[in-house]
């Protein structure tokens, strides 16, 4: 059994009652990324901006609630972690593994007076944990809230919730990936969705860098493909900038950077990722400067990336 078949096989566990199929070629239009900010940065480009949050400036700006978090059983945002929110003001975020999780990471989510709506759970109240902490984001969709963590065997999953109770509607294993540790710096990336597909890069258990891709169908958790990127060389956290028809008409490109702890190793910082119908390949691999967490901004306007990154070494401004 190869690589790939094993992981569409470990696709199907705990998914009994669907029957399991590679799945239709193509992108699916089902779900997206809901406004105003239901990922990383707001969108898939990684622009860092919205439009509709209004704010005057020189007005005052003052608490409109506080809530504890701690008092409630669960915990604050692990590290750097993102807070997401929906069109309907409600905010999503992964907790730590301090207060009263039990060192158990969950999906909680809070309306927008400042009470828990829920915490992500199996349907009949019990916490559905995510594991140890990372600095990924809840991905809110129009028809459902995405989480990766990791199960207690060490592997990397990535799960799909109700977003109007938190009932994981399914939980697939990637079984190529080791599961997030964001304490020992095992780290995944915030997935990326795409009509009505979530796209994963996991850490490989062997070698240690981002270098397993994913793509997964939204609505049934059906692992579509796998593959071993071929020419990753570090292990990258953050998020991930996705650029439809970048590669052709239906054929997006990924990409991500990170820090390869030299500016003169000669190990790349930044990748770009071919995505098909049928799995991806790297496409381009180039030198950037260190940057602790992978955030690549795409403009449509004129169809460049570019990278923020620190002055410890490497020029602090790339473009691609």
């Known amino acids: 059994m190869t690589r790939n078949q094993r992981s569409l096989a470990a696709a199907c566990v705990g998914l009994s009652f669907l029957s399991f199929s590679r799945g239709s070629p193509g992108f699916s239009q089902t779900d997206e990324v809901e ?22 400036l020189g007005t005052s700006v003052k608490d409109a609630w506080r809530l504890d978090v701690r008092a409630e059983g669960h915990d604050r945002v692990a590290g750097r972690n993102p807070i997401t929110f929906d069109a309907a003001g409600n905010v999503y975020w992964k907790s730590s593994i301090g207060g009263g999780t039990g060192g158990v990471s969950r999906v909680v989510s809070v309306n927008p007076a400042g009470d828990i709506r829920w915490f992500g759970n199996d349907g009949a109240g019990n916490v559905h944990g995510l594991g140890l902490f990372d600095s990924t984001a809840v991905v809110v969709g129009r028809n459902a809230a995405y989480a990766v963590g990791g199960s207690v065997d060490g592997t990397l ?21 080791a599961a997030p540790d964001g304490a020992n710096g095992t780290e995944a990336l915030t997935p990326v969705l795409y009509r009505g597909k979530l796209f994963v890069v996991g850490v490989d258990k062997g070698s240690l860098v981002s270098s397993e891709a994913y793509q997964v169908d939204a609505a049934t958790g059906i692992v ?18 996705l650029v439809p028809d970048a ?19 000669g190990i790349p910082e930044v990748y770009g990722i071919h995505l098909t119908q049928d799995g991806a390949e790297l496409a381009w691999s180039a030198e950037g400067g260190k940057a602790g967490r992978s955030h690549l901004v795409y403009s449509e306007v004129t169809g460049t990336l570019y990278a923020h990154t620190w002055s410890d070494y490497g020029a602090q401004l790339y473009t691609y």
């Open 157 to 177: 999953f990535v799960a799909a919730y109700k977003k109007d109770s938190g009932e994981v509607i399914w939980e697939t294993p990637l079984d190529e990936s």
């Open 247 to 265: 590669f052709g008409p239906g054929e997006p490109g990924l990409y991500l950077n990170g820090d390869s702890g030299n500016g003169a190793d």
């Open 35 to 56: 406004g105003p900010w239901g990922t990383v940065h707001g969108d898939i480009a990684g622009t860092a901006a919205t439009e509709a949050i209004p704010y005057i």
């Open 224 to 241: 579509d493909w796998f593959t071993l990127l071929d020419g990753i060389q570090i292990k990258m956290l953050g998020q991930m900038t």
